[in-house]
């Protein structure tokens, strides 16, 4: 079976109020996603940001070393009518981040 196993999906930011932001919490404009409704289907999926570091770090299970590395979070709920979500990640993204891409992985399929 050969099919995607990822979505893409921008960063915009984080959850803000008027004067306060709330960095746990991601904003995340996935690709194709325009309602509501349409991101019921992602809720729970896992999101990966992958990035590029200064140094390389040796590879878990292989001799080679790697610049490669990916902070892993989870999507929770809907934000907003325009088929934006609401992802949280075990350690929060960098602001430098805004504007770039993370996967939104389809595998963990719910019944």
């Known amino acids: 079976m050969c099919g995607r ?21 991601s904003l995340l404009k996935l690709e194709g996603v325009m309602t509501k409704d349409e991101t019921k289907y992602y809720f729970g999926k896992r999101v990966a940001y992958i990035y590029k570091a200064k140094v390389a ?22 934000h907003g009518n325009s088929g934006v979500v609401r992802a949280k990640f075990a350690k929060n993204l960098p602001a430098e981040a805004m504007g770039s891409m993370c996967r939104v992985m389809l595998f963990p399929q719910r019944g």
């Open 57 to 78: 770090r040796k590879v878990v299970g292989s001799d080679k070393k790697s610049r490669l590395r990916v902070l892993w979070g989870r999507i929770t709920r809907s």
């Open 5 to 25: 196993l990822y979505v893409r999906g921008k960063f915009l930011g984080f959850q803000r109020g008027l004067r306060n932001q709330n960095p746990n919490t």
